[in-house]
């Protein structure tokens, strides 16, 4: 890291504008990629109740005969 420092600090003034305009660039992207993607936590509980009453065995037997 401090080579990448000591680098930096040696360009002309325009080439560092440059550098830091990309990394900004760089770590927008990854941010936007980071909001799209889903925190699969925030859907713990989600389906609770969705097969209450249900046996899983049920179920299943269900999903054999619908492909049948």
């Known amino acids: 890291m401090e080579d990448i420092w000591k680098a ?3 360009l002309p003034p325009e080439e560092q504008l440059e550098l830091v305009e ?6 927008r992207r990854k941010d936007s990629i980071q909001e799209r993607c889903v925190d699969w936590i925030d859907l713990c509980g ?7 009453g249900d046996d899983a065995q049920d179920y299943v ?3 054999r005969e619908d492909r049948a």
């Not at 989600?46 to 209450?52: F, K, M, P």
């Open 46 to 52: 989600l389906g609770r109740g969705l097969w209450e």
């Open 8 to 10: 930096a600090n040696n």
């Open 22 to 27: 990309k990394l900004i660039h760089t770590l």
């Open 61 to 63: 037997n269900r999903l």
